[in-house]
């Protein structure tokens, strides 16, 4: 089945610090792929998404690349901030019908220090 | 553009109780999720409605049921609640036709089962 690896955390940075968290999928065919990130006390938003090999998702300085012969959709921030801080979760989905679901993985604390 | 609601926020039952959670769709969306996040794990695709109708249902026991109004508006319904159902709750909407994979979530149901 269809299943996302997130690397385990919770991660500590520094403000201006260099942000990398990896995730690996596991699919039949070609998933969508997807970041979604959880604030304090509020609901999961989307982050970016990727739909096809080598394509690029970005948003708010964020960038994720969707690497079909790794398997994966590793997430970037040149210079983290500390509204950063919050829970970030990669995610596939595979269509079913006129709709698809999503596959999560556990998801990963990000806490940013000035 | 209203987003997504759901009541209540926080709950308790005890264990053998029943319970329903509510949810108000994204407006112009006709298609809604439940997820079951459990702390410290990604959400858990528990079912999605379409027009009225289940499209999908993840691996959880027929005591999850779920209903679709008209209005698109949605209920998760858990009978005989069991200590391990203690967990957020999330409803997500979606459009339909076209659908672009990003889902609209609330900000979840708390529900402690003691």
């Known amino acids: 089945g269809n299943s996302v690896t997130q690397m385990e955390g919770p991660v500590t940075l520094s403000e201006e610090a260099f942000l990398t968290i990896n995730c690996t999928y596991t699919a039949t065919g070609y998933p969508s792929l997807f970041w979604y990130v959880q604030y304090p006390g509020e609901g999961l938003q989307l982050l970016l998404k990727?739909?096809?090999?080598?394509d690029k998702g970005s948003n708010k300085g964020f960038e994720a690349t969707y690497r079909k012969e790794t398997t994966s959709f590793h997430l970037e921030k040149g210079s983290v901030q500390v509204s950063d801080s919050a829970v970030y979760f990669c995610?596939?989905?595979?269509?079913?019908?006129?709709?698809?679901?999503?596959?999560f993985g556990k998801g990963i604390t990000l806490s940013v220090r000035p | 553009e209203t987003g997504v609601t759901q009541s209540p926020t926080h709950l308790i039952k005890t264990r053998g109780q029943q319970v329903t959670l509510r949810c108000s769709s994204q407006?112009?969306?006709?298609?809604v999720s439940w997820y079951q996040q459990a702390l410290g794990q990604g959400p858990q695709f528990i079912f999605q409605?379409?027009?009225?109708?289940?499209?999908g249902r993840g691996n959880f026991p027929p005591r999850f049921s779920g209903l679709q109004f008209p209005n698109y508006s949605s209920e998760l319904n858990v009978n005989a609640l069991e200590l391990d159902d203690s967990a957020l709750y999330l409803c997500a909407s979606s459009a339909g036709q076209g659908y672009t994979g990003e889902l609209f979530f609330g900000e979840g149901s708390r529900l402690t089962v003691l």
């Open positions: 995610a596939l989905s595979r269509p079913t019908g006129a709709n698809s679901k999503l596959t």
């Open positions: 409605y379409y027009r009225e109708e289940e499209n």
């Open positions: 990727a739909t096809k090999a080598d």
């Open positions: 407006s112009g969306h006709n298609t």
